[in-house]
């Protein structure tokens, strides 16, 4: 099956430092990759759209400067939190879009988990 | 802009027995698809089970049905015999074919099931 790998799993950073989160399509290409912020006991917020080779598109509301992605290749996109503070603190989930049929299915990766202190 | 809504926070149910988990949506797009994924204590986002909006049979998937209505914009789910690896939350999920979308998910607020023994 389609599998999806995020690195690192968890995180702990200082205030001010930035951290990067990889996400990786395994056994298949990806021209589009999606990022998600999750808070407990909450629902996925969708935070951006990565496409291959192009500028991540991101929702309202998103700092992009904060939350910079870049998306270099069909298997890799990378989130990078930049001078991270404790209100980043959160978990991160990705997914990468495969086409089956009419519609493009996502698969998700385990999730990163970070703690800005 | 398509939402989706999950009015039950919290459900239980004992082991072996049936429980529905109830979506509703609004959406002014003729045809789409459906999602329930459950997320569980690891967070690993897990495809249950997937409706064609175009498609009139309900899907299943063993123990898992879905019971939707277009016209009422309803899309619960059925577990039947449930187990304790059940225990999760459970999001319905919302998509507008990919030539209209990039195909990203609209995501309800979550039921949080818990199975007792």
Same mark, same amino acid.
């Given at each position: ?99 089956? /049929? ?6 998700? /990766?385990? /999730? ?6 | ?117």
């Amino acid at each position: 099956g389609a599998v999806v790998s995020q690195h690192p799993s968890r995180v702990i950073c200082k205030s001010g430092t930035s951290v990067k989160i990889e996400c990786r399509s395994l056994d298949f290409q990806a021209t589009t990759m999606f990022w998600y912020r999750q808070f407990p006991k909450q629902s996925l917020m969708l935070m951006a759209t990565s496409n291959e080779g192009s500028k991540a598109t991101y929702e309202q509301g998103v700092e992009k400067d904060k939350f910079l992605i870049n998306h270099a290749s069909l298997t890799l996109s990378t989130l990078t939190v930049t001078s991270a503070h404790p209100e980043d603190s959160s978990f991160y989930i990705c997914s990468a879009s495969l086409a089956l /049929g009419l519609y493009n299915e996502q698969f998700f /990766g385990p /999730g990163t988990r970070l703690t800005v202190l | 802009a398509q939402t989706v809504t999950q009015s039950q926070p919290e459900m239980s149910v004992q082991e072996a027995e049936t429980v529905t988990l109830s979506c509703t949506y609004d959406t002014s797009e003729s045809n789409y698809y459906l999602f329930w994924y459950k997320q569980p204590p690891s967070r690993q986002m897990i495809l249950v089970i997937r409706q064609e909006a175009y498609k009139q049979q309900n899907a299943t998937e063993n123990r898992f049905s879905v019971n939707f209505q277009k016209a009422a914009k309803s899309f619960s789910l059925k577990i039947s015999d449930s187990q304790l690896g059940d225990t999760a939350m459970y999001f319905c999920a919302f998509m507008k074919p990919q030539e209209t979308s990039g195909s990203r998910l609209t995501f309800g607020e979550g039921t949080q099931l818990t199975v007792n023994p």
